[in-house]
């Protein structure tokens, strides 16, 4: 389904029709798709929302940047057009600033929160230099095999390649899929992202930190901090997977989502 607010079309998939909301949002560069074993395992409890972020999958591509803020207010759009007031948000990589922009903007609306592979801080000066030049590349090639190559090369544990050649290639065509202009405004919008680390203090509610043992985006001790900065979150590991644990370890994704669930909501 294809949901409006503002200048986007959002394209959304839901699964399920539970009393409970979970959104999974996904990363960068990728889209929904990356949720398909997590759904087969909880849309039979819970209604499962899977958006496409503005300019990626099959959402429209209205100009950028890309802020966080203006996100969320796209993940609010999509639960008011479904009749959600509540939601458990969970976020991979991007889709986790994404989360705590809605956390920072809608707090009332969220009864759970996880962060996979993601961090609260905003980005370091290089990183965000790093994006804003690949950026510059993609809008003057319009072509984007370039950046998914090392972006998905810096993503998989090491040796997830060699193992799993199909599990690489399937993620690699969903991310090749995106409109190189919706990843430069996207690109552009994390390096001007705000750090979170102002309000995770006073988000009070249950939290989950997932990692990738192996992941070299996020390293161990960043998901630490990360969790200890909240009045009460949970680390939990997926001791084999890099920056894509649902992809890498689906069952241990899967299993700490049934748990998170099961926990009592804020409010």
Do not use: C
């Not at 998914?148 to 799993?164: D, H, I, K, N, W």
Request: without cysteine; proline residues 6%; glycine residues 8%.
């Amino acid at each position: 389904m294809k949901i409006r607010n503002d200048d986007a079309q959002i394209n959304v998939r839901v699964d399920g029709d539970g009393d409970e909301t979970i959104v999974l949002i996904h990363g960068f560069p990728l889209a929904h798709e990356i949720w398909d074993a997590q759904v087969a395992a909880l849309a039979s409890a819970f209604r499962v929302v899977r958006p496409d972020l503005r300019g990626m999958g099959g959402s429209s591509v209205p100009d950028g940047p890309y802020l966080m803020e203006t996100l969320a207010g796209d993940i609010a759009a999509v639960l008011d057009s479904l009749g959600v007031e509540r939601a458990t948000l969970v976020g991979h990589s991007l889709g986790g600033y994404v989360a705590l922009a809605f956390a920072r903007m809608y707090l009332e609306r969220i009864a759970r929160l996880a962060l996979f592979a993601s961090r609260i801080d905003a980005d370091a000066p290089e990183r965000a230099a790093w994006r804003r030049e690949r950026a510059d590349d993609l809008e003057r090639t319009r072509e984007n095999a370039g950046l998914v190559e090392e972006m998905l090369g810096a993503s998989f544990a090491p040796g997830t390649r060699e193992r799993a050649p199909e599990l690489y290639a399937r993620t690699a065509e969903l991310a090749r899929r995106n409109d190189p202009r919706g990843l430069a405004a996207m690109l552009r919008g994390m390096a001007l992202r705000d750090s979170a680390e102002d309000i995770v203090p006073d988000l009070a509610l249950p939290v989950l930190i997932l990692a990738g043992a192996l992941d070299p985006s996020v390293p161990l001790e960043t998901a630490r901090a990360s969790a200890a900065a909240f009045p009460a979150a949970r680390l939990a590991l997926a001791p084999q997977s890099g920056h894509l644990p649902m992809l890498e370890e689906p069952e241990v994704v899967t299993a700490e989502l049934r748990r998170l669930m099961s926990e009592r909501p804020a409010g």
